[in-house]
């Protein structure tokens, strides 16, 4: 299959909550690990190199964070081979924040570029999903 763009898995949510706890949310593995994977080695920094595990698939890949700015944004590479990974987060009224992660740069044939890009869509449309309404935290509001 020919492509003529390099697909780009992209998802997107409105989460009712402010953006410095979705942007912690993300960054923390104590909280990611309650909605998302299983294991985090480490907290994401700038420069930092952590692994994340996702037990109940036997899968886990390190994650490369190349650039934080602070409840605007995360860069990061992750996969073998690597991807790179962008979040970002708006500020929404009333109290609200627009998460929009964009997964691209996936290698191997056009085939194989959108099913990579496919995947990676339903996983990160999941872990939003789930940073909703992470189990064990609960509003102070």
């Known amino acids: 299959m020919e492509i003529r763009e390099t697909p780009t898995a992209e998802a997107g949510?409105?989460?009712?909550?402010?953006?410095?706890?979705?942007?912690?949310?993300?960054?923390?593995?104590v909280i990611t690990?309650?909605?998302?994977?299983?294991?985090?080695?480490?907290?994401l920094d700038s420069g930092k190199q952590v692994r994340w595990k996702w037990r109940m698939y036997?899968?886990?890949?390190?994650?490369?964070?190349?650039?934080?700015?602070?409840?605007?944004?995360?860069?990061?590479?992750?996969?073998?081979?690597?991807?790179t990974v962008v979040w970002t987060f708006?500020?929404?009224?009333g109290?609200?924040?627009f998460i929009e992660v964009r997964?691209?740069?996936?290698?191997?044939?056009?085939?194989?570029?959108?099913?990579?890009?496919?995947g990676s869509t339903g996983g990160l449309t999941v872990g939003l999903i789930g940073d909703r309404h992470p189990k064990g935290l609960h509003s102070s509001s």
């Not at 949510?13 to 949310?25: K, Q, S, W, Y």
């Not at 390190?62 to 073998?80: C, F, L, N, P, T």
């Not at 708006?90 to 009224?93: D, L, N, S």
């Open 58 to 83: 036997d899968v886990s890949t390190a994650v490369d964070v190349s650039e934080i700015v602070k409840d605007r944004k995360i860069v990061m590479q992750w996969s073998d081979p690597p991807t």
């Open 90 to 93: 708006t500020e929404m009224p």
């Open 13 to 29: 949510m409105l989460i009712r909550r402010p953006v410095g706890e979705v942007f912690e949310a993300i960054v923390d593995p």
């Open 103 to 118: 997964n691209f740069g996936f290698a191997g044939s056009g085939d194989e570029q959108v099913k990579e890009a496919v």
């Open 95 to 97: 109290k609200a924040t």
């Open 33 to 43: 690990t309650k909605f998302w994977f299983t294991h985090g080695s480490g907290r």
